[in-house]
């Protein structure tokens, strides 16, 4: 059974930074891209960035580009969304799935909140 554990999420201060992690289980972390996604109040889930299976190829919404960077590590199945100049707007539960691909999805993990405010 495929599992997502988020962690790393937090209150910060507009243009404050953190780092969030997903550890996962339950399939070969190496043989598959990773997604991160956020979900704002009140609002839908929204793609953020992903990374292929070994990490040399990254894509990002136009909102987080140069400002957030995805990266993983295939000897712990973790994936990690660094993040920086946070902004208000940022605010969210953020979730990550396994998968390149946009159309692949499993079951989601609990996600971990941020929340940026001064």
């Known amino acids: 059974q495929v599992h997502f554990v988020e962690s790393g999420g937090g209150l910060v201060q507009p243009g404050g930074s953190l780092t969030l992690s997903c550890v996962t289980s339950?399939?070969?972390?190496?043989?598959?891209?990773m997604r991160w996604y956020r979900q704002p109040p009140g609002k839908g889930r929204e793609l953020l960035a992903r990374?292929?299976?070994?990490?040399?190829?990254?894509n990002y919404v136009a909102d987080v580009r140069g400002r957030f960077t995805i990266s993983r590590e295939n000897n712990k199945n973790t994936t990690y969304l660094q993040m920086s100049n946070l902004k208000p707007e940022d605010t969210a539960v953020y979730y990550c799935?396994?998968?390149?691909?946009?159309?692949?999805?499993?079951?989601w993990g609990q996600g971990t909140q941020v929340i940026v405010s001064s």
């Open positions: 799935m396994k998968g390149w691909s946009v159309e692949e999805f499993d079951s």
């Open positions: 339950g399939f070969t972390f190496s043989a598959n891209g």
């Open positions: 990374i292929s299976s070994g990490g040399g190829l990254t």
